[in-house]
């Protein structure tokens, strides 16, 4: 029965072995490869800071309204656009107005990269069980995986700055849109869809013209969760360098300054309020536009 105390030991040997190799064979990879990998995400970057020196050089007066409209045309609701504008000018009053329009750039582009990737995601999972059945384990562990691990591949590959942190905002808040997606197109009446087969529907026209359109309020959610998803990791992705918001909350943790993490904490519940209350009065629209033409 020896073997059974010496069993502790050799796990732990064999563990730190794979530990290593792993660890050796990434570090070499992105030695090699880290360069030219950089070099494809030179059109996120591109886009990224052009985003932030549009949000920032822009006078505060156009920005509101650009917000308001964008606001109204999402809800028609005059309750919703005053409630957004009080909030971004009580961010401006505080003098958080450059840190928030950069936090605002950032969860921009990250939710348009996430709508790109995931809504094809989304609907080839809907269309094939085998691919949701790849797909479903690798969107549980990436809903499961603390925030902070997403940002240990992607130092290792791209080191310190606004890529880095960009990427791993989008890996933790595109699982959303990948299975609202899915789900939305799956749960479309069968019914309908044998209606479009039956009027000489090809298998495009009959996504374009039917799936797609009675799934949009399903897609929209997902678009909702993901726009919050994205917003919470931009705090985590200011430990990278990400500049915004949830860089003075950083700050405030390390220096133990109460009121500035406060203040800046309220101003990303303010900004996601907007997002939230906006996405969702526009996917309520959808939702009876869907019900008045298909009832």
Avoid: C
């Avoid at 401006?92 to 582009?109: H, R």
């Avoid at 606004?162 to 899915?182: C, D, E, F, M, S």
């Amino acid at each position: 029965m020896e073997w059974l105390t010496e069993f502790p030991d050799l796990g732990t040997s064999t563990l730190r072995n794979i530990r290593l190799t792993v660890d050796g064979a990434f570090r070499e990879f992105t030695r090699a490869y880290g360069e030219s990998i950089e070099l494809l995400f030179e059109p996120v970057k591109w886009f990224l800071i052009n985003s932030e020196d549009f949000m920032t050089d822009t006078p505060w007066p156009l920005i509101l309204v650009i917000v308001a409209v964008l606001v109204w045309l999402a809800s028609r609701s005059w309750k919703i656009v005053a409630g957004s504008m009080i909030v971004l000018v009580a961010i401006g009053l505080f003098g958080m107005w450059e840190d928030t329009m950069k936090t605002i750039a950032m969860t921009f582009v990250a939710t348009v990269l996430a709508i790109i990737f995931g809504i094809p995601i989304g609907i080839g999972m809907s269309r094939s069980n085998r691919v949701q059945a790849v797909f479903n384990p690798i969107l549980d562990i990436m809903q499961t995986m603390p925030s902070f691990v997403y940002l240990i591949p992607v130092i290792m590959l791209f080191g310190i700055g606004k890529v880095p942190g960009l990427i791993a905002v989008i890996i933790y808040a595109i699982p959303p849109i990948i299975r609202l997606t899915n789900l939305g197109i799956r749960l479309v009446d069968k019914d309908v869809l044998e209606a479009a087969d039956a009027f000489g529907s090809s298998n495009w026209q009959r996504l374009k013209n039917v799936q797609m359109p009675l799934a949009l309020p399903t897609i929209m959610a997902g678009i909702n969760q993901t726009i919050m998803m994205a917003l919470a990791m931009v705090v985590v992705a200011s430990m990278v360098g990400v500049q915004g918001l949830g860089q003075q909350v950083l700050r405030a943790i390390n220096n133990q300054y109460f009121t500035l993490g406060v203040l800046n904490g309220m101003a990303i519940v303010g900004v996601a309020i907007i997002f939230d209350r906006a996405s969702q009065a526009y996917g309520k629209r959808l939702q009876r536009h869907t019900e008045v033409v298909h009832g």
